[in-house]
């Protein structure tokens, strides 16, 4: 399926093309099996289903919007499709539970969903006055305004140090810590204001909008996703047949780099150097499908300009174990 047949609103599967091409090869047996992490609107499913008419398809998503609309987009393959509301890193046990241990094929779209960024009120994006909310799942208690109104200063700041790569933490959280001790700091507006007047202006003016790192900071802590991805990652390399294939599509640093170490780990040999015959116990169990992050191209951005910060690593498993 081309990306050009998109849902209405406008979503557009990012690297679709790409993500077809690495799962097919896993993909065409009878009884394969491929799961949707993070499903999301379901634009990569509805590809895969068309392309694949004997495949089965387990999509997760803890966000019951996403579920509503995916579910709505996926009705003409309802007899190959289960949808289970779950957290990725509650896959081992949405398989075990299914009773599909063994997968061909899983795909990671990690990062926010069209929904959550398009609606102003879930509070995701610095461009719209909203509630600071941030959640992916709108049942659980814990919210960006809770995050930025009850953290302590210490912990504000290594949030947004080490899942915003925000230079300016310190300078950030002593900010929100003076404004919200005079009121609680409770829209979108408000607290990228007060990010734009902690960042130095000289930093200011490249970079784009200087909130950037603080949302997505306070995105990762709220939905715990980097958590998330160590638990969910190796449970479904775990889950894969021999010949079944992953791939992650990230979206920023530390997604990647996590992707990266997880992917690295399973594809060494960890015998001992310098032995003749390498031993079989200790001979990777998977193959890397691509040479480091494959990148979107020029003409990917240009007719999906989401997919500008997309950062896709796939691999293999070659052996049991």
Request: glycine share 8%; hydrophobic share 40%; aromatic share 4%.
């Given at each position: 399926?081309?990306?050009?047949?998109?849902?209405p609103?406008?979503h557009?599967?990012?690297?679709?093309?790409?993500?077809?091409?690495?799962?097919?090869?896993?993909l065409?047996g009878?009884?394969a099996?491929?799961?949707?992490a993070?499903?999301?609107?379901?634009?990569?499913?509805?590809?895969?289903?068309?392309?694949?008419?004997?495949?089965?398809?387990?999509?997760i998503?803890?966000?019951?919007?996403?579920?509503?609309?995916?579910?709505?987009?996926?009705?003409?393959?309802?007899?190959?499709?289960?949808?289970?509301?779950?957290?990725?890193?509650?896959?081992?046990?949405?398989?075990?539970?299914?009773?599909?241990?063994?997968?061909?094929?899983v795909?990671?779209?990690?990062?926010?969903?069209?929904?959550?960024?398009?609606?102003?009120?879930?509070?995701?994006?610095?461009?719209?006055?909203?509630?600071?909310?941030?959640?992916?799942?709108?049942?659980?208690?814990?919210?960006?305004?809770?995050?930025?109104?009850?953290?302590p200063?210490?912990?504000?700041?290594?949030?947004?140090?080490?899942?915003?790569?925000?230079?300016?933490?310190?300078?950030?959280?002593?900010?929100?810590?003076?404004?919200?001790?005079?009121?609680?700091?409770?829209?979108?507006?408000?607290?990228?204001d007060?990010?734009?007047?902690?960042?130095?202006?000289?930093?200011?003016?490249?970079?784009?909008?200087?909130?950037?790192r603080?949302?997505?900071?306070l995105?990762?802590?709220v939905?715990?996703?980097?958590?998330?991805?160590?638990?969910?990652?190796?449970?479904?390399?775990?889950?894969?047949?021999?010949?079944?294939?992953?791939?992650?599509?990230?979206?920023?640093?530390?997604e990647?780099?996590?992707?990266?170490?997880?992917?690295?780990?399973?594809?060494?040999?960890?015998?001992?150097?310098?032995?003749?015959?390498?031993?079989?116990?200790?001979?990777?169990?998977?193959?890397?499908?691509?040479?480091?992050?494959?990148?979107?191209?020029?003409?990917?951005v240009a007719?999906?300009?989401?997919?500008a910060?997309?950062?896709?690593?796939?691999?293999e498993?070659?052996?049991?174990?």
């Open positions: 399926m081309s990306e050009e047949r998109q849902q609103g406008g557009v599967p990012v690297l679709l093309d790409r993500v077809l091409e690495l799962l097919a090869p896993a065409t009878p009884d099996v491929v799961v949707d993070n499903l999301g609107l379901g634009g990569h499913a509805e590809a895969l289903l068309a392309a694949h008419p004997a495949l089965h398809l387990i999509g998503d803890r966000d019951p919007v996403a579920i509503e609309r995916s579910t709505a987009r996926l009705e003409p393959f309802a007899a190959r499709v289960t949808i289970v509301r779950a957290v990725s890193d509650e896959l081992a046990g949405v398989l075990a539970d299914l009773g599909r241990p063994v997968v061909n094929g795909l990671f779209d990690l990062g926010v969903s069209s929904p959550q960024l398009d609606e102003a009120e879930r509070g995701f994006a610095y461009s719209y006055d909203a509630p600071l909310d941030m959640r992916m799942d709108r049942e659980q208690d814990l919210t960006a305004e809770k995050v930025v109104n009850t953290y200063p210490g912990e504000l700041t290594r949030i947004l140090r080490d899942y915003g790569e925000e230079r300016f933490a310190s300078r950030v959280t002593g900010l929100i810590v003076k404004e919200r001790a005079k009121a609680p700091i409770t829209s979108t507006k408000r607290l990228a007060l990010v734009r007047q902690a960042i130095p202006a000289a930093t200011r003016r490249t970079g784009g909008n200087p909130a950037k603080t949302f997505q900071a995105r990762i802590e939905n715990a996703e980097l958590s998330a991805l160590e638990t969910a990652l190796p449970a479904a390399l775990d889950a894969l047949a021999v010949g079944g294939r992953v791939v992650v599509l990230a979206y920023h640093s530390l990647d780099r996590l992707t990266k170490q997880v992917l690295t780990a399973r594809t060494r040999d960890t015998g001992p150097p310098g032995l003749p015959v390498p031993l079989e116990a200790h001979q990777p169990r998977f193959r890397l499908l691509t040479r480091g992050a494959e990148l979107p191209d020029d003409h990917e007719r999906n300009p989401r997919a910060s997309a950062r896709m690593r796939a691999a498993r070659i052996r049991q174990g």
